[in-house]
């Protein structure tokens, strides 16, 4: 599992792309909360992210990338709607983290054909599978 700076980095990245629309709606910090529980970061040091964002870690593997990709196309659609701000931002973010452009690209293209925008985990993996091949 990440260290602690990997987790804190990986949830100030979310909150900062959550923030990319300038307000933070109940259902994404609910969600961003849920990822807190699960990477172990409690609820205060979780809630500190806000007020003071922690140092950038790239995620080491690629499976880690893909992994935080995929947190980040979920938390983009909690809340039902997407702008153009945030799939740009989304996009962008990928490419920062060392994925293919054109599997990014085919993710954020085959998100609408899936109930709440919600891409099953075994096609987004087949997807970058397929790029690294």
Known sequence: MSSQKE???ILSE????ARVDNT??????????????QLGVSKAVFDSLFK????HVIPK???ERIVQFHRLVLLMNVDNKQDLIEIKRLHD???AMG???????QVLSIMHKYP???????VLINIFKVHYN
């Open 52 to 55: 003071n964002e922690a140092e």
């Open 116 to 122: 709440n925008k919600i891409v099953p985990p075994e």
């Open 99 to 105: 994925l293919p452009p054109s599997a990014i690209a």
């Open 93 to 95: 973010m990928g490419l």
């Open 61 to 63: 593997t690629q499976a």
């Open 7 to 9: 987790k804190l980095s």
């Open 14 to 17: 979310m909150i900062a792309f």
């Open 24 to 37: 933070i709606k109940q259902s994404e910090y609910d969600f961003l909360l849920n990822v807190a529980q």
